[in-house]
T-cell receptor, first 113, second 109 residues
Framework: GAGVSQTPSNKVTEKGKYVELRCDPI?????LYWYRQSLGQGPEFLIY????????DSGLPNDRFFAVRPEGSVSTLKIQRTERGDSAVYLC???????????FGPGTRLTVL | KNEVEQSPQNLTAQEGEFITINCSYS?????LHWLQQHPGGGIVSLFM???GKKKHGRLIATINIQEKHSSLHITASHPRDSAVYIC???????????FGKGTHLIIQP
């Protein structure tokens, strides 16, 4: 079956703009995670959804970042007033349930000029 | 907060060598994950383990819960094994994975 997909694969934007990154998890997976990976670093946790609700958003760096998962499937990560420091690869992963194996999408490379 | 440490950070070896990558964590966890990331590529889950040992092909992962330590071994290494290997933990008070910084492995022919 289809794996986790993310769109767009690359996004270049200007400082101050708004961006949306989309994640399509594996069908039936209730748990969805967003991570951010800066160049040369390991990924860092941003937010975890169980179903439609954000069960843990402690990794979001500030209130410019927000994510939704309105129907418990597709999730959108939204970044307002982008800054150059937001440039990174944003990874999405899903799992059948919390604490199960996570399956990663290919990531969205965000570049803020 | 859990801290996940990996060693070595970089490793270059010759084809055929036995490879070991180490991972330690600071607090109790529910599971330890080993992941593989190729340059420009996505992340692939290799193992998820909470005790003992798992084997898949030439890859072996072990975990010692008491010592809070895990190892990833690659037998008969091959250039196609060249990638970044990342150790990550679930549990320890966090909902998402807590990642190590990764080990950049290069296998030379």
């Amino acid at each position: 079956g289809a794996g986790v997909s993310q769109t767009p694969s690359n996004k270049v934007t200007e400082k101050g703009k708004y961006v949306e990154l989309r994640c399509d998890p594996i069908s039936g997976h209730t748990a969805l995670y967003w991570y951010r990976q800066s160049l040369g670093q390991g990924p860092e946790f941003l937010i975890y959804f169980q179903g439609t609700g954000a069960a843990d958003d402690s990794g979001l760096p500030n209130d410019r970042f927000f994510a939704v998962r309105p129907e418990g499937s597709v999730s959108t990560l939204k970044i307002q007033r982008t800054e150059r420091g937001d440039s990174a690869v944003y990874l999405c992963a899903s799992s059948a349930d919390r604490n199960n194996e996570q399956f990663f999408g290919p990531g969205t490379r965000l570049t803020v000029l | 907060k859990n801290e996940v440490e990996q060693s070595p950070q970089n490793l270059t070896a010759q084809e055929g060598e036995f490879i070991t990558i180490n991972c330690s964590y600071s607090v109790g966890i529910s599971a330890l994950h080993w992941l593989q990331q190729h340059p420009g590529g996505g992340i692939v889950s290799l193992f998820m383990l909470s005790s003992g040992k798992k084997k898949h092909g030439r890859l072996i992962a072990t975990i010692n819960i008491q010592e809070k330590h895990s190892s990833l071994h690659i037998t008969a290494s091959h250039p196609r094994d060249s990638a970044v290997y990342i150790c990550a933990a679930t549990g320890g008070g966090a909902d998402g994975l807590t990642f190590g910084k990764g080990t950049h492995l290069i296998i030379q022919p």
